[in-house]
């Protein structure tokens, strides 16, 4: 454990924390490093032994009230050597006295109690296969259309510090397509699919591909601003529910993580709803 360096990723490593991401089937998009190293350039850190990536992990601060923890991954073969407490240790201390925020694993919720996080809220993931509208739904509107200064002030309403940044590079990405709702003049809603990167579950198995694919992924700011882009974890089974049945026969409802957060109390009307990593 004493050999392990721990550094700060430089832009070109990003890509590693996210291939490693997908090969864990957590469908990362293919411009994530990109966006979230605009919002917080010193917040991936990487784990070397003997030059070679041990273990991965992000810390993306936004402001000086929040920060977002993510891509915490060891390398399989060097799982349980304390690796691992090591780098989320230098992600905590790179965050200061920022809450915290997380996708939290079922199955690790006592671990995340442990380092001192507490429940937020809980997320449910939905996939299936989507019918394309046969006509253009009244008030959807391309997102790039909308001023930023307007998609910021809505995501004021759902995420608890600013990040002009990350939604510049979120929204203007190669591949990201935006569309966002608008009802009496205002700005009620907005949406982004974005290409992902393929993980085991995208893999055709058999020689046949399923129908049910994660090769796109919705990162979703509603009235509500609870997100959909969640990774599909193996502990967690199928259900229907109503929209799953809208979406069609092979649509499942996916109770998928928990989310998180660590340290005071965020400034009031500002609560943890929504995030990316």
Same mark, same amino acid.
């Given at each position: 454990?004493?050999?392990?360096?721990?550094?700060?990723?430089?832009?070109?490593?990003?890509?590693?924390?996210?291939?490693?991401?997908?090969?864990?089937?957590?469908?990362?998009?293919? *411009?994530?490093?990109?966006?979230?190293?605009?919002?917080?350039?010193? $917040?991936?850190?990487?784990?070397?032994?003997?030059?070679? /990536?041990?273990?991965?992990?992000?810390?993306?601060?936004?402001?000086?009230?929040?920060?977002?923890?993510?891509?915490?991954?060891?390398?399989?073969?060097?799982?349980?050597?304390?690796?691992?407490?090591?780098?989320? !240790?230098?992600?905590?201390?790179?965050?200061? +006295?920022?809450?915290? $925020?997380?996708?939290?694993?079922?199955?690790?919720?006592? !671990?995340?109690?442990?380092?001192?996080?507490?429940?937020?809220?809980?997320?449910?993931?939905?996939?299936?296969?989507?019918?394309? +509208?046969?006509?253009?739904?009244?008030?959807?509107?391309?997102?790039?259309?909308?001023?930023?200064?307007?998609?910021? *002030?809505?995501?004021?309403?759902?995420?608890?510090?600013?990040?002009?940044?990350?939604?510049?590079?979120?929204?203007?990405?190669?591949?990201?397509?935006?569309?966002?709702?608008?009802?009496?003049?205002?700005?009620?809603?907005?949406?982004?699919?974005?290409?992902?990167?393929?993980? +085991?579950?995208?893999? /055709?198995?058999?020689?046949?591909? /399923?129908?049910?694919?994660?090769?796109?992924?919705?990162?979703?700011?509603?009235?509500?601003?609870?997100?959909?882009?969640?990774?599909?974890?193996?502990?967690?089974? +199928?259900?229907? $529910?109503?929209?799953?049945?809208?979406? $069609?026969?092979?649509?499942?409802?996916?109770?998928?993580?928990?989310?998180?957060?660590?340290?005071?109390?965020?400034?009031?009307?500002?609560?943890?709803?929504?995030?990316?990593?």
């Amino acid at each position: 454990m004493n050999g392990l360096r721990i550094r700060t990723m430089r832009p070109d490593e990003i890509s590693i924390a996210v291939n490693w991401a997908a090969a864990e089937g957590w469908n990362p998009g293919l *411009a994530d490093d990109a966006c979230f190293a605009a919002a917080d350039p010193e $917040g991936f850190f990487i784990g070397e032994l003997d030059g070679a /990536p041990a273990a991965t992990v992000s810390c993306v601060n936004y402001g000086a009230s929040f920060a977002v923890l993510g891509f915490y991954i060891v390398r399989e073969d060097l799982r349980g050597r304390g690796y691992g407490l090591r780098i989320w !240790n230098a992600a905590i201390a790179h965050a200061g +006295p920022r809450v915290i $925020g997380l996708d939290g694993v079922v199955a690790q919720q006592q !671990n995340y109690r442990r380092s001192g996080f507490e429940l937020a809220y809980a997320n449910v993931r939905y996939g299936g296969t989507v019918a394309a +509208p046969n006509a253009p739904q009244a008030g959807v509107i391309a997102l790039t259309d909308v001023p930023l200064a307007v998609v910021e *002030a809505y995501d004021a309403t759902v995420f608890p510090a600013p990040r002009t940044a990350f939604l510049r590079a979120w929204i203007g990405s190669l591949g990201h397509v935006g569309c966002a709702l608008v009802r009496d003049g205002g700005l009620a809603g907005w949406g982004v699919i974005r290409p992902c990167r393929k993980g +085991p579950q995208d893999r /055709p198995a058999g020689g046949r591909r /399923p129908r049910y694919r994660r090769g796109r992924s919705v990162g979703f700011a509603g009235q509500r601003g609870r997100r959909r882009n969640l990774p599909r974890r193996s502990e967690h089974q +199928p259900r229907r $529910g109503r929209l799953g049945a809208r979406l $069609g026969a092979r649509a499942s409802v996916r109770d998928c993580a928990h989310v998180y957060r660590r340290g005071p109390a965020v400034a009031a009307g500002a609560g943890v709803r929504r995030h990316h990593l």
